[in-house]
Structure formats: C-alpha cells, structure tokens
C-alpha cells in the first residue's frame, strides 16, 4: 500500500497540478505540500497541521479524505514525535494553572451577582449575630464588689447624714 506521501504526489501529478498550482488553491506554502509529497513530517511542529494540510490537499484532488487521513494516522503512529499530541507549553501545570482553569469556564455573569448576594448574606448575618451577642451580655460586668466606699475627701457637695433618732439605736 503506498503511503500518504506517494498517494498525495500520485494525485497532484494525475490531476496536473504543479506545486504552486495547489499551493494557490490550498493556501498551503509550497516548502509544507513538498514535504507531505516526501513524507519529511518532521517538518510540522504538530501532528494537527499534518492532517489539516493532508485533508486539504486531498479534498482538491479528490482524494478519499477519511481513508488517506487514516492512513496518515498510522505512519505517524510510528513516529516518536506525533505519537502523543503535543502540550501547548514546555512547562508542567501546576495548581494555580489548574485554578485559573476551572475558573476561565465560570459564566461570570451569573457566578458575580451570586457571589455579592452571598457575600452581603454573609454580612447580615455576621452584623446581626454582633449586635445580638453585645446586647446579651451584662451591663453591670465591670462594676466593683458592690461595697459603698465614702469619698475621700468631703467637698461640700454632699449633705451629711441626720443623727439617728432613738429606734434605729441598738
């Protein structure tokens, strides 16, 4: 069976198309359809230009798309570089980029009222809870051990108090 390459050479040339002919119509750069019709993938940074420009071509050159794409599928299975997609950055995610994640898929015109409703129910009720907590405790908390201690020093303000007459003598 020949390979995808072969196929998509095979086509171009049954059909009389150049290379810049199928460039033109495809919008492919002629360097990228060379190296399809030589199988040099090694060129593509990922295995999800290959299939794109390989069922671009194959649709102008009335190719059977879904057979040559399968066929495309096993020759990169063979190889290291397209056997796993490709991450989209070098770095390994971490949990703030899995945060930012889950938080990009929000729909922030429903999640923003919800949460400043929550937040103001929130403030109620730690408002209210305050204020019953300062209204149940005792008022008379900071006051002495209840003992009447005269003041020290006698002012003039005070009248003084009347002899006690002969019943409250003991």
């Known amino acids: ?3 995808v390459a072969e196929q998509l050479h095979s086509a171009r040339e049954q059909q009389g198309f150049t290379v810049h002919q199928l460039a033109d119509v495809t919008k492919i750069r002629t360097d ?3 190296a399809l019709e030589e199988g040099n993938y090694h ?3 990922a295995p999800v230009y290959i299939r794109g420009f390989v069922r671009s071509c194959a ?3 009335k190719m059977d798309a879904p057979l040559v794409l399968a066929t495309l599928d096993e020759e990169l299975s063979k190889l ?3 056997r796993e997609n490709p991450r989209l950055t070098g770095e390994p995610r971490g949990l703030l980029d899995l945060i930012m994640l889950q938080l990009s898929k929000l729909n922030w015109k429903v999640v ?4 400043v409703a929550g937040i103001a129910v929130a403030t109620i009720i730690f408002v209210y809870r305050s204020i019953k907590l300062e209204q149940s405790k005792d008022p008379l908390r900071n006051l002495g051990t209840g003992q009447y201690q005269p003041a020290r020093k006698q002012t003039g303000e005070t009248l003084p108090l ?3 007459t002969p019943a409250q003598r003991p």
């Open 162 to 164: 009347p002899p006690p």
């Open 59 to 61: 649709g102008v050159l």
């Open 43 to 45: 060129v593509f940074s």
């Open 112 to 115: 923003l009222p919800l949460l």
């Open 1 to 3: 069976m020949p390979t």
């Open 80 to 82: 290291e570089k397209f």
């Open 32 to 34: 990228h359809i060379r």
